[in-house]
């Protein structure tokens, strides 16, 4: 990626709502993908989306059911 397109992505990622590394994570997943076309586009910003929230998602699961086990 050159550098113009990586101030592209942080000022579209900057200007839309929500998270920013979620922001910038679907506009780089979907620049990837699309050398694949359109539909190489739309599964490279969700994997590449996936890929960000996951990890937190699962630990925050695993946290809460430690809690429910060692709160009492």
């Known amino acids: 990626m050159s550098l113009e397109e990586i101030i592209d992505f942080i000022a579209v990622s900057e ?3 929500g998270p ?6 679907t506009a780089i997943g979907n620049n ?3 050398s694949f076309g ?3 586009g739309i599964f ?3 994997f590449a989306t996936l890929g960000v929230v ?3 998602f699962i630990i925050i699961l695993i946290v809460a059911k430690v809690y429910d086990k060692f709160k009492s």
């Open 15 to 17: 200007s839309t709502p």
């Open 20 to 25: 920013f590394a979620i922001n910038m994570a």
């Open 32 to 34: 990837q993908g699309t």
């Open 38 to 40: 359109v539909l190489g």
């Open 44 to 46: 490279g910003a969700f």
């Open 54 to 56: 996951l990890p937190s």
